[in-house]
Structures are given as structure tokens and as C-alpha cells.
């Protein structure tokens, strides 16, 4: 830990940013009555026993405060325990106390939003880069400022960038790739016109390349990728401001050229009708040698007898796949009066190759800090993810894509389905995309 001088940082940070006594009251707990705390500090801060003086302009008129006697974090189970030791190293070396609620991971965004105003929030807590706008529109966030911002992936940042600001510290990203059955497919392949040649050339098996969204289950989450690598987009995207919600490319001429590559691969019967439970079940009978998916199936796989392995996306006509790339983070709460120390925590005792190690190992997604990346090169499984991410696009984090996921999934299932050409499909969905945002 870089705990060098950070006792006095905090301290200093404590006197510039609390004006009152700020002590919790014992029923302001950071959480509803259902959440649980994991390391919660009891005891006095070591380095809280003496209150802060301070003078105003009035040498006779003094302002008596207390430092922060806590910082509370919500996460959900799989994490809480790692960062509850964290904040153990960070209330001994600091003085300042925290404690870590547990909170179900799918409810988060809507109680931050409820619980902030009302002053129970978090300080701290995790949350998806898709959240941002949402939250940001609800005031509910404040934006970060980064020390190291060229120790995180760009497309890690992006995904938490809204107008303009950066508001959450990553810590992981997640993608599709292409898991393959080392015993039906000797080598990964590295383009599609490879795959049809392998599917050619395999017999007894009931679908080649297994991508979600057929069937009856639209899927435009795996699909998009098919959208996107020839040049297709939904919002475009400014690294300085974030997406551009004005500018919609559904039905523009590489989304649609895209799509109808995806339409030959179905037409050739290289990639089939299957919804999400089809493509995984085949794969895991070993009856599908390929499965386009995330690192959320790892767990699944790992446990299997399946002699399996993972590459990046294949390109397309010579493009590479450039896929949604979801981000998850830290964010600081709007209401908090402490953002100073909630940054010293995060960037001090968070952002290390140990503690976002020990948060891989409990979820293995694709790490967005360079360092660990850097040390997990001789991990193939987190390099092949990493290499999709990096030619990927960030999943677009405006509350306006809840009006595309719907006419989005829907038409690109009409495609999967041969029930509209990839034009008209694009065309429909362009349009209620447009009505939707008018609205």
C-alpha cells in the first residue's frame, strides 16, 4: 500500500472539507435496515482524540470540528470481503473508519438514487459504466479527479465519461469473444471466412457458431458487434465529451452493410436460430464448436469436462470486430462531504496490482488497471478477452439507450429470423428510435 504521508493527507483533506461537526448519527448507517456491514470500524479514530481548531477572519471567533469519524461503501457479496480488508488497512494507517454495506449488485442504482437525497447513501460504491448518465441526470454523482489516468484502459474510462468529466474509477471490463472446443477446432481462427471453412468441414453437429439473439429471444447486447465492425454505430462518440445522442447511425451504411454479413453466415448456416440457453447448452454438450459470450460463463466452463479454450473475435471482411465493452467501477456520491478521502481511499489503497488481483480472482473479468493487465500476460484467457475489448466500443452509458435496446433487439432478431432484410430492419428500428428520443 502507498501509505507513505497519507495519515497527514487525510487529516489536511478532514480540514478542508468539514465546516460542522460531522459525526454519523447512529441511525445514519449508509444503508436500509436489510443491508449488511462487513468490517465495520467501532472504535475511536487514533488520530480523532484532539478536535481541529480553526480561526476564522475574527481572531477571537473559533469553529470547533470533529474529522470524519466514517466513510461507508456499498458493494455487492463477492466483493465486500476484499474491500472490507482494504478499509482495515485504510482505518490504520488514516484514523478514518469505514464500513462496507452489502448490497445486491441489481440494486444499487435504484436505491443510490432514493437513499443519496435523503442523506443515507454511500460515499463509495460500485456500479456499471451504463449507469452513468442516469446518475449523473439524477445528481446523485460527482466526477473523479484522476491522478494516474494512463493506468487504466481507455476504453475503461470512456465508458465513465460523461459530458466531458470522468465519474467513476474503474476497476474491470467485460466483452464477448469466442470460446471454441479444442476438440472439434485444433487452432482458433482468426477470421470468418476460417469459421465457414471449419463449419464445412464438421458433420453430426446441430449449429456451428453459437451467438445469441435467435429464436424467440432478441439479443442486440451480442449482436451489435456485427453492426459495428463495418463501420456502424448507434451514437458516435467523442473521447473529450462522451456520446452524442443527436447523431444516430442505426440504419447507416455500415450497420446495415454488417448486417448483411451477418445474414449470409445465417443463409450459409454457419450461425443458426438460437437464443442465449441454446448457444450454451450445445456448446457445453459439445455439440457446437463455437460460442460467442463473456467472461460470466468462465465459472460455468471451468467446472465442465469441456476441453475448451478462448480467442478474440474473428474479423470481418479483414475488419476486426469491435464489440460493446462494458466497464464496472467506483463511484464518489454527490452527497458526500468527504470526496477528498474518498479519493485518497480509492487511488491509495484501491487502485493497486493486490487489491484489483484479489477482485479478479473473485470475478474474472478483464482488469482495467494496465498493471495487473500487464501481469496477467501469460494468462490467455485474460489476454483473449482483453484483445476484444481493446478493438471494442464503450457501451454507450446516456439514458436514451432505453429507447434503442427494444427496437434494437427486436429488428436484429427479425434478421437472425429472415423475417426483414438487414435494410428494412435497420430502417424500422432507426425510425422508433427517433420517435422514442422525440418524445
Same mark, same amino acid.
Given at each position: 500500500m502507498r501509505n507513505s504521508h497519507t495519515k497527514w493527507f487525510v487529516m489536511f483533506a478532514a480540514l478542508m472539507f468539514v465546516t460542522v461537526a460531522c459525526t454519523r448519527s447512529s441511525t445514519d448507517d449508509g444503508a436500509d =435496515? @436489510? /443491508?449488511?456491514?462487513?468490517?465495520?470500524? *467501532?472504535? +475511536?479514530? =487514533? @488520530? /480523532?482524540?484532539?478536535?481541529?481548531?480553526? *480561526?476564522? +477572519?475574527?481572531?477571537?471567533?473559533?469553529?470547533?470540528?470533529?474529522?470524519?469519524?466514517?466513510?461507508?461503501?456499498w458493494a455487492d457479496e463477492d466483493r465486500a470481503a476484499i474491500l472490507a480488508e482494504v478499509a482495515t488497512a485504510f482505518e490504520d494507517a488514516t484514523g478514518v473508519s469505514m464500513t462496507i454495506e452489502i448490497v445486491d449488485f441489481n440494486q444499487i442504482r435504484e436505491r443510490?438514487?432514493?437513499a443519496g437525497p435523503d442523506g443515507e447513501g454511500p460515499d463509495i460504491f460500485i456500479g456499471a459504466n451504463g449507469w452513468t448518465g442516469e446518475l449523473v441526470a439524477s445528481g446523485v454523482v460527482q466526477p473523479i479527479n484522476f491522478r494516474e489516468v494512463e493506468d487504466f484502459l481507455q476504453v475503461a474510462l470512456d465508458g465513465f465519461r460523461f459530458g466531458g468529466s470522468l465519474y467513476a474509477m474503474p476497476y474491470a471490463t467485460e466483452t464477448i469473444a469466442m470460446f471454441y472446443n479444442e476438440d472439434l477446432v485444433t487452432q482458433a481462427p482468426a477470421t470468418f471466412e476460417e469459421i465457414a471453412d471449419i463449419c464445412a468441414s464438421l458433420s453430426d453437429i446441430e449449429n456451428c457458431v453459437g451467438v445469441p439473439g435467435g429464436g424467440n429471444l432478441a439479443d442486440a447486447y451480442h449482436n451489435y458487434t456485427f453492426m459495428s465492425s463495418l463501420g456502424g454505430y448507434i451514437f458516435t462518440f467523442d473521447t473529450a465529451t462522451g456520446y452524442d445522442v443527436t447523431d444516430i447511425g442505426v440504419n447507416s451504411d455500415g450497420a446495415v452493410a454488417g448486417l448483411e454479413f451477418l445474414?449470409?453466415?445465417?443463409?450459409?448456416?454457419?450461425?443458426?436460430?438460437?437464443?442465449?440457453?441454446?448457444?450454451?447448452?450445445?456448446?457445453?454438450?459439445?455439440?457446437?464448436?463455437?460460442?460467442?459470450?463473456?467472461?460470466?460463463?468462465?465459472?460455468?466452463?471451468?467446472?465442465?469436462?469441456?476441453?475448451?479454450?478462448?480467442?478474440?473475435?474473428p474479423t470481418i471482411d479483414g475488419q476486426a470486430q469491435s464489440p460493446f465493452v462494458g466497464a464496472q467501477g467506483f463511484f464518489i456520491g454527490a452527497f458526500t462531504e468527504y470526496a477528498v478521502i474518498a479519493q485518497s481511499f480509492l487511488f491509495d489503497y484501491v487502485a493497486t496490482a493486490e487489491t484489483f488481483q484479489?477482485?479478479?480472482?473473485?470475478?474474472?473479468?478483464?482488469?482495467?488497471?494496465?498493471?495487473?493487465?500487464?501481469?496477467?500476460?501469460?494468462?490467455?484467457?485474460?489476454?483473449?478477452?482483453?484483445?476484444?475489448?481493446?478493438?471494442?466500443?464503450?457501451?454507450?452509458?446516456?439514458?436514451?439507450?432505453?429507447?434503442?435496446?427494444?427496437p434494437l433487439g427486436d429488428n436484429l432478431l427479425a434478421i437472425r429470423n429472415g423475417e426483414l432484410s438487414p435494410q428494412d430492419a435497420m430502417d424500422a428500428a432507426q425510425q422508433a428510435v427517433e420517435e422514442a428520443l422525440a418524445d
Open positions: =435496515t @436489510t /443491508g449488511e456491514s462487513v468490517g465495520a470500524a *467501532t472504535e +475511536t479514530p =487514533t @488520530t /480523532g482524540t484532539t478536535p481541529i481548531i480553526t *480561526t476564522t +477572519t475574527t481572531p477571537s471567533t473559533t469553529t470547533t470540528l470533529t474529522e470524519p469519524t466514517e466513510l461507508v461503501l443510490v438514487q432514493t445474414a449470409e453466415q445465417i443463409e450459409a448456416g454457419v450461425i443458426g436460430s438460437v437464443d442465449y440457453d441454446d448457444a450454451k447448452n450445445l456448446f457445453l454438450e459439445g455439440q457446437q464448436p463455437f460460442w460467442v459470450t463473456g467472461p460470466w460463463e468462465l465459472g460455468t466452463l471451468s467446472d465442465s469436462a469441456l476441453n475448451w479454450s478462448v480467442a478474440k473475435l484479489a477482485l479478479h480472482d473473485a470475478d474474472p473479468r478483464i482488469p482495467a488497471f494496465r498493471p495487473l493487465l500487464d501481469a496477467l500476460s501469460d494468462d490467455p484467457v485474460a489476454q483473449a478477452f482483453a484483445m476484444s475489448a481493446a478493438d471494442g466500443q464503450p457501451l454507450p452509458n446516456v439514458p436514451e439507450m432505453e429507447s434503442v435496446w427494444g
